[in-house]
């Protein structure tokens, strides 16, 4: 127990983490080692069962040595999109590659030794993507290949090509020299326009996201999830609470949001992975909270790794995170910004500091690598009126919904 204690708090401390770290716990917990391989096992064969598309070019380790060979191999991945030209679903290597590492852990990633282990493990690969070695011309080559990752949008380094092949004039002449770098790329000027920049009551994404849920908060703070609504037809009616003061714990604010309203948005790999404010007003709260990486994987009827974000699980209340809390200073009240990191997306970034205002459509932080959710809050006497028009989808500083007078 001892051992397993020290090497508990060594991951706690921020050590640098690897498979051989896996081992050290694994010596000391033969009974994690079992769990793990069980869960190998079954996640190859519910993927047969399933019938996972292109199965055979995933790597499927049966037991902990080839478990161990895996994640060296993952700690060293420099992310590529596949080529266009010559394999079906292209534009998701990316996320087959994370949801296949969380399927196959599907079965352990909850037991809280190996959970702890799975945030160092997540934290040291952030490590390797903020090295030069995590880009290189022809992963950064791949990105630019893919339309949906828009890369004419962004402020491009020397050298660079468009997916049509033209060299555009460079405008960001320092280049991006890691992964990290590029993934929290900007926008160029202009792209990303704030509507209803002097009407106080628009209210904007503060992110490119795909709205996904929004729920009520009743009396005592809570969310409650129906899993058998629209999306959900033919399975066992569940119903969860899920609360609001653990998820922004420690601002001050954890019952401010009583009768108020929850709203939850999605972004892809593929999107802007910076943040903006979605109103005016003062920071009154501001910080980044660490805690578990964490993906559900499921796979589709179209037999396609799939993380579906639903909010069904209340992943986003364990999950690492930022939290903003703003005040708009008049009859609206609070509004609160929660950036959720997803899967290998451990670092949430806050740039805000507490007493400052920040305008509507300001930045005030950035994801590093992968998918992320973005949670707002809002207060009952605001009264939030969700407006999305027919597209779910929308980039930084569109309109979204608006304070409305009761």
Not at 123 to 129: E, I, P, V
Not at 250 to 274: I, Q, T, W
Not at 349 to 365: C, D, H, I, P, R
């Amino acid at each position: 127990m001892r051992k397993i204690t020290l090497f508990l708090m060594s991951i706690l401390l921020g050590t640098f983490v690897n498979a051989t770290d896996l081992k050290t716990l694994v010596k000391n917990n033969p009974d994690l080692g079992k769990a793990i391989e069980a869960s190998l096992l079954e996640a190859h064969q519910k993927a047969i069962a399933k019938q996972l598309n292109n199965i055979d070019r995933l790597i499927w380790p049966k037991n902990l040595d080839e478990y161990y060979l895996y994640l060296n191999d993952f700690s060293k991945w420099i992310p590529t999109e596949g080529d266009i030209n010559s394999r079906e679903n292209y534009d998701k290597e990316i996320l087959i590659k994370l949801c296949h590492f969380y399927w196959l852990i599907d079965d352990v990633q909850n037991i809280p030794e190996f959970s702890m282990w799975l945030v160092s493990f997540a934290n040291s690969w952030g490590d390797f993507l903020n090295t030069p070695e995590s880009l290189t011309e022809e992963s950064l080559q791949s990105f630019m290949n893919q339309p949906l990752f828009k890369m004419e949008q962004y402020m491009m380094p020397v050298g660079s090509f468009t997916p049509a092949g033209d060299k555009p004039i460079p405008n960001n002449a320092s280049g991006w020299i890691t992964f990290n770098q590029f993934f929290a790329r900007e926008a160029l000027p202009g792209l990303r326009p704030v509507a209803g920049i002097k009407d106080d009551n628009i209210i904007v994404s503060p992110a490119d996201a795909e709205f996904k849920r929004i729920f009520p908060i009743n009396e005592k703070s809570e969310i409650v999830i129906d899993s058998n609504s629209s999306a959900n037809i033919g399975r066992i009616k569940k119903t969860h609470s899920y609360s609001i003061p653990e998820l922004i714990e420690g601002s001050g604010y954890e019952d401010a949001f009583k009768n108020g309203v929850f709203m939850h948005s999605f972004l892809s790999p593929y999107d802007m992975h910076r943040f903006c404010s979605p109103v005016s007003g003062e920071v009154k709260y501001s910080t980044a909270v660490q805690k578990r990486v964490y993906l559900e994987v499921v796979i589709s009827d179209e037999g396609e790794y799939d993380a579906p974000d639903n909010t069904d699980g209340g992943y986003e209340f364990i999950q690492t995170r930022g939290i903003l809390i703003l005040d708009t200073g008049g009859d609206n009240g609070l509004v609160a910004v929660i950036p959720i990191g997803m899967a290998q997306v451990s670092s949430v970034n806050m740039n805000a500091t507490k007493g400052v205002s920040l305008y509507k459509g300001q930045e005030f932080g950035y994801f590093l690598f992968g998918g992320s959710d973005i949670i707002l809050l809002f207060q009952e006497k605001g009264n939030f009126q969700l407006d999305l028009g027919a597209n779910p989808k929308k980039e930084a500083g569109n309109k979204i919904g608006a304070f409305g007078k009761k």
